[in-house]
């Protein structure tokens, strides 16, 4: 095994199965687009679709089949790709206005590439090219997310309804652990991980008790209506500075009918359902109703060790963390230079993965980031609280 690059074992023809589905399952998003969807709404949190195909197939070429072994890149099969696709060098509000290939000749891109990996995967399968075809697999997935995220956002309708898992009960349940240890981050027998995870290590673990699953959209509500909002006690400088800035009085995609909540599910307003994980809140929003709730954030050691326990559910949502996104001691990049790096100490960490995310996305140990004023990932939280010896 190869510890600078841990890879999950697939053969070359699992690999090229797996492409193929992630692509069909963005192939059904692409063919929800509403006909104005192609560059769609211009924002921060959203990039124009026809650059973020143009962008995943890039991704593909550029590490599976310009990657060289001294680290250099070969050119690519359309001239000029990196001027247009390169998302570390394509600045974000460029996005809607470059000259990008148009939806037949990106399918042509795609197509093309697509069958030199596959070609590739068949003749000259390494653990090198493994390595970098899961990680095109992966990105492929996230930005499948993001999608989701985008789909939801602007109200268009999906190509299928996700399940959304609930039967929270209207008590929070807790579980409570002695101090202890706690073992971060991943090793190389965890299949592929991603820079961050690395390595695993071992810190103390002071005592501490958590809920047994996400806040409910019921708890939620009800940190709402007591004017959770309205107040600044419980929220944190920044935290209150984004609420007075953005004059935000509830949840995203909530609106009150008749004195009664509702939520927007995609392109439909449905009531609550007060045994729903609460989604779609931000770090700030998350963790003013832990403080209104007398608690706080757990730590994502708190969370990795509750989430051993057979009680404790999971996975329902992206849960933010106390802890800011942060490298582990000893933190190298790996060749994917701009994955974690340049969003450390900026960005919140959260675990877990929602409705929308990949099975294998959705491990214990991997670490999803996102600013901490973001509401359109589906993402909630649990409390936590320190217990006193
Ligand atoms: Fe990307």
Redesign the pocket.
Known sequence: MNLARPISGFTAEQLIEQLAHVRDQLRALIDCLPDDGWLGLRAEHLNPPLWEIG??VW?QERWCLRQKPDGTCAPSLLPGADELYN?STVPHDSRWTLPLLAPAALDDYAASVFAAIERRLRSDFTDELAYFAELCLL?EL??IEAWWMAFQNLGYAPPFTPTLPGNLPVQPTQLAFAAGAVTLGSGPDAGFIFDNEKWRHTTALPAFDIDAHSVSEAVFAAFVDAGGYQRSAGWSQAGWAWREASRISHPLYWRKEKGIWQGRRFADWLPLDPAMPMRHVNRYEAEACAAWLGRRLPSAGEWLHATQHPDCRWGMNWEWMRDPFAPYPGFSADPYHDYSEPWFHTHGELRGGGPVTDALLKRRGFRNFYLPHRRDPFAGFRTASAIQP
Request: charge should be neutral; glycine fraction near 0%; charged fraction near 0%.
């Open positions: 962008h995943i991704f998302s990105h996230m930005h």
